[in-house]
């Protein structure tokens, strides 16, 4: 036995978790050989595992940048139609106050002016 999981020990090559668990298996009953297969097809799928993870982690990195750029550009969007907004109030202000000052010089202000003194 003490032959075996040494073997097996090297088969892991320094892999505490994967050692741990294979020793356990073997110390249930599991053959030698049985084991010493399953080692390839255990990192594999561990290896597979982290990859899984990795990319699960990446997608929610990326959504979460995408979610911000997307606030980001939709923040500019308003600030910009509020910036549109303010022109035209301005615009037309400007434009009520021009007519304002006109009527107040026009003709038919200067004929009452003439007319009907204050």
Do not use: H, W
Request: charged share 35%.
């Amino acid at each position: 036995m003490g032959n075996a999981l040494e073997q097996l020990r090297r088969e892991t090559k320094d892999d505490a978790k994967l050692y741990g668990c294979i020793k356990e298996l073997y110390e249930q009953g599991v053959p030698f050989s049985d084991l010493k297969a399953l080692i390839p097809d255990i990192r594999r799928t561990r290896e597979q595992l982290y990859m899984k993870r990795m990319l699960e982690n990446n997608n929610e990195v990326l959504m979460s940048m995408f979610s911000k750029e997307m606030s980001f550009l939709l923040d500019a969007k308003e600030r910009q139609e509020d910036e549109q907004f303010k022109k035209l109030d301005q615009l037309i202000r400007q434009q009520q106050s021009y007519r304002k000052a006109a009527a107040g010089t026009g003709p038919v202000e200067k004929l009452k002016k003439l007319f009907l003194p204050a």
